[in-house]
């Protein structure tokens, strides 16, 4: 039995949206998925499709969501339709947007060093999206995040406190050192499932196979 999905893809163009747009869907289709993609937040003002839709893949970084947009979106979650996505184009996708990032479950705030070498940390290999993983590396941007405590947190990363911070504040952060932060989580927004992975900055990530693994069962997990 096929299903649905869809991809909306935008925003700032760092995050490499289409390439990584043109990466999944076929991907998907060969998961027998019907594929609708838009490069238009409009399409969140259409509650049919969105109500008929499986599973919803934003990968849109920064911009405005506005309130019916909202609406709309959070509503179609909570009645059943799942999401799932990673890094910024999911967890940096609208700074101002509270109610948007409370259904994520974070938001980024900060990646101190920029593209750094970092271990991801396998909390739950039993889980079916972590099963037969282990601890890997990654070369990329470390994400610092503000998160929900009622995530259900599936890999964490350790910080230095060694790295500056950023340009505006270009010094390192020693009280941070050890902080164990969220990488990968899942949770529930209603009756739908939420997937969000902070891995991903560019297509480069996930030819890391733990990462496109984790990936490809954490959008799988998060469909209707």
């Known amino acids: 039995m096929s299903k649905n999905a ?3 893809w935008g925003g700032w163009p760092g995050h490499s ?8 869907a076929p991907w998907l289709e060969s998961q027998k998925y019907s594929v609708t993609i838009s490069d238009s ?3 969140y003002l259409d509650t049919n499709l969105l109500n008929s839709m499986d599973l919803i893949i934003p990968i849109w970084t920064q911009g405005i969501l506005h309130e019916k947009h909202t609406s ?3 509503e179609a979650i909570a009645n059943g339709t799942g999401i799932a996505g990673w890094h910024g184009c999911m967890g940096d996708s609208f700074r101002e947007n509270v109610n948007y990032q409370f259904m994520v479950g974070g938001q980024w705030v900060a990646h101190p060093g920029g593209i750094i070498k970092y271990k991801v940390k396998i909390l739950s290999p039993s889980d079916p999206i972590m099963h037969g993983l282990t601890d890997f590396e990654v070369f990329s941007e470390q994400y610092y995040m503000h998160v929900d405590p009622s995530n259900e947190v599936l890999a964490t990363t350790s910080f230095s406190g060694k790295e500056n911070i950023s340009k505006i504040a270009p010094y390192n952060s020693p009280w941070i050192q050890g902080c164990e932060m969220p990488v ?3 949770r529930h927004w209603g009756r739908g499932k939420v997937f969000y992975s902070s891995i991903g900055h560019k297509p480069d990530d996930f ?3 733990e990462v496109l693994e984790i990936t490809k069962r954490g959008l799988l997990w998060a469909s209707r």
């Open 6 to 8: 869809v991809m909306v």
């Open 17 to 24: 949206p289409k390439q990584c747009t043109e990466l999944f």
């Open 207 to 209: 030819e890391i196979p």
């Open 41 to 43: 937040l409009d399409i």
């Open 184 to 186: 990968i989580w899942k």
């Open 72 to 74: 709309n979106l959070l």
